[in-house]
Each structure stands twice: as C-alpha cells, then as structure tokens.
C-alpha cells in the first residue's frame, strides 16, 4: 500500500507497495495481453507493453512512457483485468520514482 507522511525527523517519507526485485518479478510474469492497459483511464495515447515493461525496470524513459508515468494516477483500474494477477498500479508508481530519480 503506497503510504506518504512525515518522519519523526520531520522529512516526507514514502513507502511503494512492492520493493524493486518484486516489481521486476512482476514485469518478467506479465504476459503482455494489455488488458491494464485497456482499462486505464489515464492513458490517451498508443503505448505497446513491451516498451512500457521495458522502460519500467531500466534504461531511458522515452517521452510518450514518461508521459503517461506523470499522468497515472493511481487509481488501481489496471489491476483487477489482468489474467495473472499483477499489478500494474505498483509498476507504474515505480516507473514513477525511476522518472523523478532520473529527472
Ligand atoms: S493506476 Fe495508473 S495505470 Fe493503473 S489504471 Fe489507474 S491511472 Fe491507469
Ligand atoms: S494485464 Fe497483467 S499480464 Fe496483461 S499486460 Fe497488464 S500486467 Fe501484463
């Protein structure tokens, strides 16, 4: 569960639902049917899941991908369609701080 708040030191602290590895577990399962992404109501253009697994996990994050990344809003409509219970909703907050961390 994505949880944000202030520390005792007084810094904002942010905990992801899933660490790393499981997140690349998870994109390793994906069976690339699209149906998160059929279901998503952020996305308005064309993203294949091949690219978008891709540039979850590592490398550049291309300008369509890093669009959508800001424009999900994690509202977890991507998880209940997918056949092999993944969750796309963790990946896509992961891509998220890849995005932040890599400006
Ligand atoms: S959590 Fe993000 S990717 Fe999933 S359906 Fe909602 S907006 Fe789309
Ligand atoms: S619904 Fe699940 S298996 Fe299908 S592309 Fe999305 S994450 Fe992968």
Redesign the pocket.
Same mark, same amino acid.
């Given at each position: 569960m994505f949880r944000a708040g202030l520390s005792k030191h007084g810094k904002k602290t942010v905990t992801l639902h899933k660490t790393g590895p499981q997140v690349a577990q998870e994109l390793v399962a994906c069976i690339g049917c699209n149906e =998160?992404?059929l #279901? =998503?109501? #952020?996305?308005d253009e064309a993203i294949t899941i091949d690219v978008l697994n891709r540039e979850t996990l590592s490398g550049p994050i291309s300008t369509p991908v890093a669009h +959508?990344a800001r424009?999900? +809003?994690? =509202?977890? #409509? =991507?998880?209940a369609p997918c056949p092999v219970g993944l969750s796309?909703?963790a990946m896509?907050m992961w891509l998220k701080v890849r995005l932040l961390r890599t400006g």
């Amino acid at each position: 569960m994505f949880r944000a708040g202030l520390s005792k030191h007084g810094k904002k602290t942010v905990t992801l639902h899933k660490t790393g590895p499981q997140v690349a577990q998870e994109l390793v399962a994906c069976i690339g049917c699209n149906e =998160c992404l059929l #279901a =998503c109501p #952020a996305l308005d253009e064309a993203i294949t899941i091949d690219v978008l697994n891709r540039e979850t996990l590592s490398g550049p994050i291309s300008t369509p991908v890093a669009h +959508f990344a800001r424009s999900c +809003f994690q =509202c977890g #409509a =991507c998880v209940a369609p997918c056949p092999v219970g993944l969750s796309r909703e963790a990946m896509m907050m992961w891509l998220k701080v890849r995005l932040l961390r890599t400006g």
